[in-house]
C-alpha cells in the first residue's frame, strides 16, 4: 500500500513539474527598464509573443480576462504604459495622447524581453500608438489587432471629417476642463461617458472604476500639456505592410467608425470587424465576441 502510495505521489509529481516548465501565469508583476523608465508588466503562457497595449485611464489590468484565453497558443504579455499604474505617475508626466512616445516604448519594451517580431492587441489610444510603432519599425510587427485608435490626423481632408471631430471634441470639453482644474471624481465619469455613452460609467464594475483612477495622472498631463498631438496620416498607415485586423464597436460615436474607414482605405493588408453590444470599451464589454474576433484572426496570419 505505502509503495502504490508513494509510485502515485512520484507520478503526480512529475507531471506538475511537467506543467510547471511550460506554463506560467500572469500573477507576478514583473517590471523592465525601458528608455530610463520603469515599465510594469504581465506574463503567462509560452510560445510565440502577443503584447497587449491598454488605452486610457487603463494599465496591464485592462486585460486581465484576455490574458488566460490567449496564454492557451501564445506568450500573452500586458503591460502598463508609462505614466500610468503601478508605474512613476505624475500630472506633468507624458500624456496619454503623446502616441509617438508610447509607440517607441512599445518598441524598446519588445526588445528588452529579446523579441525582434511582435504580435500585438491594442485598444484606443494603446492602438493609436500601436499604429505609430507599426509605421516606424515595421520589420518588427508579425500582426495588428487594433480597436479603435483615436488616430483623429487621419481625418485631415475627409469629407465631413472635421464636423464630425468637432462635435466629439466639443462633448469632451466639459471633461477636459475638470481634469484641468484637478477634478478628477467629476472629470473620470464625464469623459467615460463622453465616449462610451449615457450611464457607461456606472456600468463598469468596482475594480474597472478604480483602475480608471489610478490612471488619472496621464490623463490630467493631457488637460494641460503644450505638446502638440502627433498626427498620423494615410502615408503612414501604407508602410505597415502586416496583416492588421480593425475593430469597432456597434454604439460607439461616428467619430471612431469614420477614422476605422479611413485606416481601412489606407492600411495595405487588413481586415475589418465590429463587435455587437458594445461602445467604445470592446474588451471588456464584449469580450468574448472580441477575443473570438482576433484569435481567429492570428490563427489565420
Known amino acids: 500500500m505505502s509503495i502504490c502510495k508513494t509510485f502515485v505521489c512520484s507520478i503526480l509529481a512529475l507531471i506538475l513539474l511537467a506543467l510547471g516548465s511550460t506554463t506560467t501565469t500572469a500573477d507576478e508583476v514583473k517590471r523592465i527598464s525601458v528608455s530610463g523608465y520603469e515599465l510594469a508588466y504581465v506574463e503567462e503562457g509560452q510560445g510565440e509573443p502577443v503584447i497587449f497595449v491598454h488605452g486610457g485611464l487603463q494599465d496591464y489590468r485592462m486585460w486581465s480576462e484576455q490574458l488566460p484565453k490567449f496564454a492557451a497558443h501564445y506568450r500573452a504579455i500586458a503591460y502598463s504604459r508609462r505614466n500610468n499604474y503601478p508605474n512613476v505617475v505624475s500630472p506633468e508626466g507624458t500624456p496619454d495622447s503623446a502616441a509617438d512616445v508610447h509607440g517607441e516604448d512599445l518598441a524598446a519594451f519588445a526588445r528588452a524581453l529579446g523579441f525582434s517580431k511582435i504580435r500585438v492587441v491594442a485598444h484606443s489610444s494603446g492602438a493609436h500608438a500601436a499604429l505609430f510603432f507599426a509605421a516606424t519599425h515595421p520589420d518588427m510587427v508579425v500582426s495588428l489587432a487594433l480597436n479603435e485608435p483615436p488616430a483623429m490626423g487621419i481625418l485631415n481632408g475627409v469629407p465631413n471629417g472635421t464636423d464630425i471631430l468637432k462635435e466629439f471634441v466639443g462633448?469632451?470639453?466639459?471633461?477636459?476642463?475638470?481634469?484641468?482644474?484637478?477634478?478628477?471624481?467629476?472629470?473620470?465619469?464625464?469623459?467615460?461617458?463622453?465616449?462610451?455613452?449615457?450611464?457607461?460609467?456606472?456600468?463598469?464594475?468596482?475594480?474597472?472604476?478604480?483602475?480608471?483612477?489610478?490612471?488619472?495622472?496621464?490623463?490630467?498631463?493631457d488637460a494641460t500639456t503644450k505638446r502638440p498631438r502627433p498626427v498620423f496620416t494615410c502615408d503612414m498607415a501604407k508602410k505597415i505592410t502586416a496583416p492588421t485586423l480593425l475593430?469597432?464597436?456597434?454604439?460607439?460615436?461616428?467619430?471612431?467608425?469614420?477614422?476605422?474607414?479611413?485606416?481601412?482605405?489606407?492600411?495595405p493588408n487588413r481586415e475589418r470587424v465590429e463587435i455587437a453590444a458594445s461602445s467604445h470599451t470592446v474588451p471588456r464589454e464584449n469580450p468574448d465576441a472580441y477575443d473570438q474576433a482576433v484569435l481567429a484572426f492570428m490563427e489565420k496570419h
Open 171 to 221: 462633448k469632451q470639453a466639459p471633461a477636459r476642463e475638470a481634469f484641468k482644474a484637478g477634478d478628477v471624481q467629476r472629470g473620470i465619469p464625464m469623459i467615460v461617458d463622453g465616449i462610451g455613452g449615457p450611464g457607461a460609467y456606472e456600468r463598469r464594475s468596482d475594480a474597472h472604476k478604480r483602475m480608471n483612477f489610478d490612471n488619472v495622472a496621464s490623463y490630467q498631463a
Open 247 to 267: 475593430s469597432n464597436a456597434e454604439r460607439s460615436p461616428p467619430v471612431f467608425h469614420l477614422v476605422i474607414d479611413q485606416l481601412e482605405r489606407c492600411l
